[in-house]
């Protein structure tokens, strides 16, 4: 799916409203102290970050889509936000020569990308030790969630043991995930229903 085609009308309401709900639960979730610096991976049009970046020194946006980043820029300046950075780039197939993040943050991106194990191994190489890595996403569920999107090939959300076993393998610790948001979601006049689920883990 091409998410440039999206990016002028990401910014929905429903987006605009669990954004928050999503934001409030990270900040509640991680041990923010020391001014720390943060990545946010596959930032869309920045709806999380723009929530939370004062509790950070500094937030690096990370998309693929140039689109979504162009949005993003407008956003920023219009805002006059100085501690947000985008940068468009697919960290899975290029180099990211970025310093390295106290905290690493997604939401709702990890399902749509097929190799699992190879973002999260990219993301505990970009923490620092005792750094924070924190995904939002989808709960395993049927297929129902992207049905009306005929070239979606990602996940159909995650079995969170699972996921909890990758990043275990990987050398992450302190791993913990709970679901914590459940909301519906309108496809062809029905009515779908998911859950999302935080996780957090650290580095050492």
């Known amino acids: 799916?091409?998410?440039?085609?999206?990016?002028?009308?990401?910014?929905?309401?429903i987006r605009i409203k669990r954004a928050k709900v999503i934001s409030n639960e990270i900040i509640k979730s991680i041990d923010i102290k020391d001014n720390p610096t943060a990545m946010e991976f596959g930032c869309g049009t920045?709806?999380?970050?723009?929530?939370?970046?004062?509790?950070?020194?500094?937030?690096?946006?990370?998309?693929?889509?140039?689109?979504?980043?162009?949005?993003?820029k407008d956003?920023?300046?219009?805002?006059?936000?100085?501690?947000?950075?985008p940068c468009k780039i697919d960290i899975l197939n290029e180099e990211f020569t970025s310093k390295k993040f106290d905290v690493i943050f997604s939401s709702m991106v990890l399902h749509h990308i097929k190799d699992t194990s190879?973002?999260?191994?990219?993301?505990?190489e970009l923490l620092n030790t005792l750094g924070t890595l924190c995904i939002i996403d989808?709960?395993?569920?049927?297929?129902s969630f992207h049905r009306n999107e005929p070239?979606?090939?990602?996940?159909?959300?995650?079995?969170?043991?699972?996921?909890?076993?990758?990043?275990l393998k990987i050398g992450f610790r302190d791993v913990e995930i709970k679901t914590f948001y459940r909301?519906?979601?309108?496809?062809?006049?029905k009515e779908i229903d998911y859950s999302l689920f935080l996780l957090k883990a650290r580095k050492y």
């Open 183 to 189: 909301d519906e979601k309108v496809i062809d006049d």
């Open 138 to 143: 989808l709960d395993k569920e049927d297929g």
């Open 75 to 85: 956003k920023i300046t219009k805002y006059e936000i100085n501690n947000m950075t």
């Open 46 to 72: 920045g709806l999380i970050s723009f929530n939370i970046y004062e509790k950070f020194k500094s937030i690096t946006l990370v998309d693929s889509s140039q689109g979504m980043i162009d949005i993003l």
């Open 1 to 13: 799916m091409s998410f440039d085609e999206y990016a002028k009308n990401w910014d929905t309401d």
């Open 118 to 124: 190879k973002i999260i191994k990219n993301f505990y």
């Open 151 to 167: 070239d979606f090939k990602g996940h159909n959300g995650f079995d969170q043991e699972e996921l909890k076993s990758i990043l």
